[in-house]
């Protein structure tokens, strides 16, 4: 997932105040003395069971329904899933604060809401809709189907989506991380004190929300989101009209010529990319359009020219045996170097950081850089998060014993739904799985950057090595979701775990919490995965409106784990070698660069992307970028304070249209108008033929 919590860290320093009133100014000074536990002195935290509120779970399951969808769409078009913490937070508190209101002026209010019930509601939302990502939908899961073992060209079989076996699958496999890295809560957030930043910026957040001034300031938020989602919404009905068949509508609109069109440049009008790129940070951006100009711009046209002498001439655009097959292969190459040099990288610095810990000395980013002996000059803050956080225990017997019966059930029932996935492959799994969730939850903490991915691309190539030519390749792709399911799930409750902490959240609360929406996930995910797989039946396939690029890519891995060398076209390994080093070299140019300038130099991952789609929605994505920095130009502090609320109202109206427009789609109701774009010539053609 690519994101930052740039926009979390700006409003949770309170940038968009503009009240001008003078007593806002005297409240916001004495905000500015006082320690955020020292203004919420006076108000009582509820015990555990409180804070896990029927009330809660009703907010966070409308919210995971709509951010299934988003998750899903930008799974199934490009991969790119930006940070929504600042929506999930942001209308987690508009929902229940105006529940609660009503009930307060009817006489009715029982429990009043608390930013620890907002970070029940946060933590169930982002489990939830993150099992949209870690269950595969757009990667491993998908490149199990018939759809994409043809375009591969491959004979390793294949296991054709089924609402059953997804939603037993991600049961027996998504709530093992949970159970694995629930000891180490005490080690990872108080003694070890690491940052976790995108959960120390959601507790800012939350903790923001529950001022006055901030609860100001989060009203005015909302309104602007809604705003622009109802703007996207109506939009993406608009454009529905005019959709009528293949190639047409605003999607498909040569915005820089039918050549540049040809080659994937064009603006397609998409505000759900455009509000992307309002939250991605720049580099990602521009990564984006780099690796989209050098491919389709310069490599693809070089190659094309090659045609009968690199690769047989008249293959069909989606054999893997032509060009679709270096697009596809290079662009791996770039993501596993990439991948390995941040798996290195990430790993260095948790032995290190380890190493430097059990000796004594500080060599960990720690929230008080200035405490030299924090078990000495604790805070008033400090003392009081830590005093609640140790309360509420989680017995080890417990998760220990957890994670033994899931396990042992998913290494009974997993082979009954994979028949090519052997039990000892899983067994082996979990017994390395504890150790990689550890650090993949400890490399978050220092780097805020989850290597999930790479962890299941490792489980691709290893399983799918040894399971070798009998069903190596379906063997490899199942054990990639086991591994990512495991990894993802220990470092999304690390960081969940991070925010309890700094909102006083009972440690009970998030597990019950995380345990309730990962639950949901199972069941949301896959339900919104089905009506996406059934309203559009060329879903996967290159060139349609959902080309889910990522599971051409994974199931090319796997084949490659299980083939070698011998599955490439000519010439493609020394181009895959090529792209392999750069990506590496890239990655230590940058690292050895610093921050200051580093921060200029593209990242391999992202251009990686358009490698296989094109550059259409990396223009969006810029698109989106040039709005916020005119913006911000323009009035930096309402930029700052506003901007991810239009960022999410643009991505959540598109998002959720794409409900009604599957269910038009199932019901045969079809858009009535096909606007297309043609050359003079083929429209002068055109014409001719139909006055003849």
């Not at 009528?244 to 605003?250: I, S, T, V």
């Not at 293959?315 to 697009?327: A, C, R």
């Not at 082979?415 to 993949?440: G, M, Q, S």
Request: aromatic share 14%; with cysteine.
């Amino acid at each position: 997932m690519l994101g930052n919590a740039r926009d979390e860290d700006r409003l949770e320093n309170g940038l968009a105040h503009g009240e001008g009133h003078d007593n806002d100014n005297e409240n916001r000074e004495k905000e500015k003395e006082m320690s955020v536990e020292q203004m919420f002195e006076g108000r009582q935290v509820p015990s555990w069971r409180n804070q896990l509120t029927m009330r809660a779970f009703g907010v966070s399951f409308v919210l995971s329904v709509l951010f299934s969808f988003i998750v899903m769409k930008l799974n199934l078009t490009t991969g790119i899933i930006p940070s929504l913490n600042v929506s999930a937070g942001l209308l987690g508190f508009f929902f229940v604060k105006t529940w609660t209101k009503l009930l307060e002026k009817s006489g009715l209010l029982r429990q009043p809401f608390t930013r620890q019930e907002n970070t029940v509601i946060q933590t169930c939302v982002v489990a939830s809709s993150g099992i949209g990502f870690s269950g595969g939908f757009g990667s491993y899961l998908f490149g199990l189907s018939e759809r994409v073992a043809q375009q591969s060209g491959d004979n390793g079989g294949f296991k054709n989506p089924s609402l059953g076996w997804i939603i037993g699958f991600l049961f027996v496999v998504s709530f093992l991380g949970l159970f694995s890295v629930v000891p180490l809560r005490k080690i990872m957030i108080i003694d070890f004190k690491l940052t976790y930043p995108s959960g120390t910026a959601t507790a800012h957040l939350i903790n923001s929300f529950h001022t006055p001034q901030g609860a100001k300031l989060a009203k005015k938020q909302v309104k602007t989101l809604g705003k622009f989602f109802s703007f996207s919404f109506l939009w993406g009905l608009f454009q529905w009209f005019f959709t009528a068949g293949d190639g047409c509508g605003f999607g498909s609109f040569p915005t820089f010529g039918l050549k540049a069109f040809d080659s994937r440049f064009y603006f397609d009008f998409s505000t759900t990319y455009v509000g992307v790129g309002m939250i991605c940070p720049y580099i990602i951006n521009i990564s984006v359009l780099v690796g989209g100009i050098l491919s389709w711009g310069v490599m693809w046209p070089l190659i094309a020219k090659r045609e009968g002498d690199w690769y047989p001439a008249g293959l069909s655009s989606s054999n893997m045996h032509g060009l679709q097959g270096y697009k596809v292969f290079i662009a791996i190459s770039m993501i596993l170097g990439d991948g390995l040099y941040n798996f290195i990288k990430v790993l260095a610095k948790t032995l290190i950081g380890l190493f430097y810990q059990f000796r004594g000395r500080q060599a960990l980013p720690i929230a008080n850089q200035h405490s030299p002996n924090t078990s000495e000059t604790l805070s008033y803050d400090d003392q009081r998060r830590t005093q609640l956080f140790l309360r509420d225990r989680i017995p080890t017997w417990f998760s220990i014993a957890g994670y033994v019966t899931i396990a042992s059930i998913s290494t009974i029932v997993l082979p009954h739904i994979f028949h090519e996935l052997k039990w000892y492959y899983i067994l082996i799994i979990y017994i390395f799985a504890p150790t990689l969730a550890f650090c993949n939850a400890y490399g978050a903490g220092l780097t805020d950057w989850s290597l999930a991915s790479t962890y299941g691309k490792l489980a691709i190539f290893t399983i799918g090595a040894w399971a070798g030519q009998n069903g190596g390749v379906l063997a490899g792709l199942i054990a990639c979701g086991v591994m990512m399911n495991i990894v993802s799930t220990a470092s999304d409750l690390m960081q969940d775990f991070k925010t309890g902490y700094l909102t006083l959240a009972s440690p009970r609360s998030m597990f019950v919490s995380q345990v309730i929406g990962t639950a949901m996930g199972c069941i949301i995910s896959p339900c919104v995965f089905w009506l996406f797989y059934n309203a559009f039946p060329d879903l996967g396939l290159p060139g349609s409106q959902y080309p889910a690029p990522f599971a051409t890519v994974y199931r090319n891995m796997a084949i490659l784990g299980v083939q070698g060398f011998s599955a490439l076209p000519r010439n493609c390994l020394l181009l895959c070698y090529v792209f392999f080093g750069a990506a590496i070299l890239i990655n230590l140019t940058k690292d050895m660069l610093g921050k200051k300038w580093g921060s200029f130099v593209p990242l391999p991952m992202a251009m990686a992307i358009p490698f296989y789609l094109g550059s259409y929605f990396a223009i969006d994505m810029c698109v989106g970028s040039l709005i916020l920095f005119v913006w911000q130009k323009i009035n930096r502090e309402k930029a700052d304070a506003f901007s991810a609320a239009v960022a999410s109202g643009l991505i959540c109206g598109d998002g959720i249209w794409t409900l009604p427009s599957s269910i038009l789609a199932l019901v045969g109701v079809q858009p009535p108008i096909c606007m297309k774009f043609l050359s003079r010539g083929t429209n002068v053609r055109v014409d001719n033929f139909l006055n003849s």
